[in-house]
């Protein structure tokens, strides 16, 4: 047996499964769902969305074994607050650590409501079976982690990025865990959530299962499986510093072929565990991308409310259910994704806490049509709505009009020539 076919039947605990495929996983008659989140990457950082100079072949025929949206966004354009969004299925400024800008390593005040309902949490209560594989970057005390949130299991990190082959964090401390438990792994990050996620996917089991796979890649540090640039921790949170030193076309292109070979194994054991038929499975991005991403036709980058900095690739593949090499220019965002899941999955959502998002089955089934909406974003000195076609962004003083279908850009300030359009959004 090869070495790459053993490590797909590895349990994490280092078990190898003895049932085959067909008694391993017994029909059932809700999907499972798998969420695949990227970190930090771009609009036009997938092939199929226009990346010119590498290929993402995996992730590429997920869209076209599905559906692809056009107009697809994060909550916000920092990770934080779009996790919460999707944790959550609620905007993240409604919570305190949405409002945390970013969420430092040295913050150790502020972390997801212990009672807060989670899609996890719902989940678990529906009867699946949840984990999260990946970066949570949601608070850092046990009571604000993934367990406490509804995840039976979880294994990642904690901050918001980390040395892919010494697993620290910013300030060179360890940060891999195993639930509550600090652990030490050899290899590449990247890979260790894609073995972790193909074992969890093959595991014998009688419940429908929610796997998060919240990768870190394409997300800084620089460093492809071959290695890369060393991360010189100190005392003092180094991320917001270095980010925007370094790196290189190539080593990002590195970093994403290893992310698509990722998702490439993930769907070989869906197919063969005998579970395609039955899987939901999303990718999207957390927020928009970085330096390196490509970005076009967009204005900006992470960190900002132009398109850029909040439009996201996103795709959704559901054999049998949804219509394959489908386009859609409906307007999604992140909390849509926890909306639908749930709705996919038969879960009510907490009465007290209700959705911001739409659950968008229908809309993929092709029984409903494009819904017309209204997104809202904030960050630090910065506002953004869109409806429609128009958007109406706040930066600092300066506040601009632009019509989204003729200036994807973002260049033509048109808030002269239709003040009461402007002052609308603006209320």
Sequence with gaps: ????????????????????????HPK????????????????????CYGRPDYRTPNIDLLASQGAKFTDAYSASALCTHSRCGFI?????????????????????????????????????QSGYDTALFGKWHLGFRPEWGPNAHGFDEFFGILA????????????????????????????????LLTERAVNYVTRSRVS???LSLQYTA????????KGGEAV???????????????????????MMRSLDDGVGRVMKAVRGAGLDANTIVIFTSDNGGERFSYQWPFSG??????????????IVRWPGVITANRVTIQMAITMDWTATILAASETSAAADYPLDGIDLLPVLKGTSSVHDRSFFWRLRTQDAVRKGKWKYVRNGSNRSLFDLSIDEREQANFSGKNPDIMQRLKQ
Excluded: C
């Design 160 to 191: 918001g990025a980390g040395d892919y082959f010494l697993h620290k964090n910013g300030l060179g401390q360890p940060d891999l865990f195993e639930n509550l438990t600090p652990v030490q792994r050899n290899g590449y990050l990247t890979d």
């Design 208 to 210: 429908p299962f929610f």
């Design 232 to 254: 010189a921790f100190s005392d003092k949170e180094i991320e917001p510093i270095v980010m925007g030193k370094g790196g290189s076309l190539k080593i990002y292109a590195e």
């Design 28 to 47: 059932t008659s809700r999907p499972n769902i798998i969420f695949i989140l990227a970190d930090d990457l771009g609009w036009g950082d997938l092939s």
């Design 301 to 314: 980058q992470k960190g900002a409310l132009l398109e850029g900095g909040i439009r996201v690739p996103a």
């Design 88 to 124: 959550t299925g609620r905007y993240p400024a409604r919570l305190k650590i949405g409002l945390t800008e970013p969420l430092s390593v040295t913050n150790n005040l502020v972390g997801l409501d212990p009672g807060h309902p989670t899609i996890a949490s719902q989940l678990k």
């Design 1 to 24: 047996m090869s070495a790459s076919l053993l490590l797909d039947r590895l349990s994490p605990v280092g078990k190898i499964h003895s049932a085959s495929p067909s008694l391993a």
């Design 218 to 225: 394409p997300h800084w540090p620089w460093q492809g499986p």
